[in-house]
């Protein structure tokens, strides 16, 4: 289990990470979501001991990691892909860490199997693709076989093969009861990998809850309707107080009224609908949301 309290991070005059607190529990993936420069990272370091905190304290099982001895027995961790030498051979560079740790070496050769690079594992890294490299990275973090496990950006530079093997693989991690923590921009990926969410922005935590309860936080829920008659049925929707925008397919979306009150108008008005469809907010409609007052770069118009 992973325990952030009041943790806080400035270098000068930047705040980085303000107190936050968050608990990472096992048997789940948990994401951990934010814009760029929203202290995601930092926040890692933070827990991986890397960089001292200014205020609070990350704990991992209970203690600070520097505590622990032979550390990747305890967490693995995968910050940065490409981070590794590039001169050195797959094999040798997770031998190193193999001895370093005191892990049996035939764990190399099982890990290197697992993330797919058995074949490649006598090359050297500097002719590895990116997602070559994350694979190793992956690698790296199971080697010791530890309860707690950090990804940062994970799926960077796999193909879709590689990304259903992720998946799988986080899930089986966390099904076999260890913490599984995936730091990521990709909102889409998360609604298929993640059980819970920990969402901050400008260091500071935003959510700390189920998929679910933070898609249901946005307010761009809504119905689609397909009319016979669009226009008519605009036209009635929105003397009862619903919002209504047409959209490029003859389709309506419709906020303020629930499916079954739009059902009942169109009755009463004898209209004909060919699809009425509630529909959820997405987890990265919920996301933009819910961090727009933290988004530090906005992409503006064209001058």
Partial sequence: ???VTELTKRYGRTTAVERLTFTVRPGRVTGFLGPNGAGKSTTLRLILGLNDPTGGTATVGGHPFRA???GLRHVGALLDAGDVHGGRTGAAHLRALARANAIPAARVDEVLAEVGLGKAAGRRIGGYSLGMKQRLGIAGALLGDPPVLLFDEPLNGLDPEGVLWV???FRRLAEEGRTVFVSSH???EMEHTADRLVVIGRGR???DESLTEFAARAG???VTVRAAEPDRLAAVLTAAGAGVRPGPDGTLAVTGLDATRIGELALEQRL???AL???SASLEEAFMELTADSVDYLAGEPR
């Fill in 277 to 279: 469809t509630t529909r």
């Fill in 205 to 207: 935590l935003i959510a």
């Fill in 68 to 70: 622990r001895p032979r």
């Fill in 1 to 3: 289990m992973i325990e």
């Fill in 272 to 274: 004909l609908l060919h």
């Fill in 186 to 188: 990709m909102m889409a």
């Fill in 167 to 169: 998946r799988g693989l």
């Fill in 220 to 222: 761009r829920g809504g």
